[in-house]
């Protein structure tokens, strides 16, 4: 079973940028499509991106496009989230986990999730 674990999270000025990493043990991530999703304190989990097998799909939130990138080295088992032009309403604790459902912009359909990295962004 995939176990993943993020990082890079951390407090941040308004504007500024963060890269999230999602390091992966267990199994080989190659044959997942895999995502960046958040959670705001008192809100609902919310998609934030997915990337696809090869990397050659990418979907991202409209809150988000144009600001985040989201990558995966599957030689290094890894995936990662580069967020700039941060904004407040970025705050989050942001978790990485494998889409098994047919949704990707639905939290319920992605599994094997990290403990989460929390990122803060002050004005």
């Known amino acids: 079973q995939v176990q993943l674990v993020e990082s890079g999270g951390g407090l941040v000025q308004a504007g500024e940028s963060l890269r999230l990493s999602c390091a992966a043990s267990?199994?080989?991530?190659?044959?997942?499509?895999m995502g960046w999703l958040r959670q705001a304190p008192g809100k609902d989990r919310e998609f934030v991106a997915t990337?696809?097998?090869?990397?050659?799909?990418?979907y991202y939130a409209e809150s988000v496009k144009g600001r985040f990138t989201i990558s995966r080295d599957n030689a290094k088992n890894t995936v990662y989230l580069q967020m700039n032009s941060l904004k407040p309403e970025d705050t989050a604790i942001y978790y990485c986990?494998?889409?098994?459902?047919?949704?990707?912009?639905?939290?319920?359909?992605?599994?094997?999730w990290g403990q989460g990295t929390q990122v803060t962004v002050s004005s």
């Open positions: 986990a494998v889409l098994t459902g047919g949704s990707y912009y639905t939290s319920s359909d992605y599994a094997y």
């Open positions: 267990g199994g080989s991530i190659s044959s997942y499509v």
């Open positions: 990337i696809s097998r090869n990397a050659l799909g990418r």
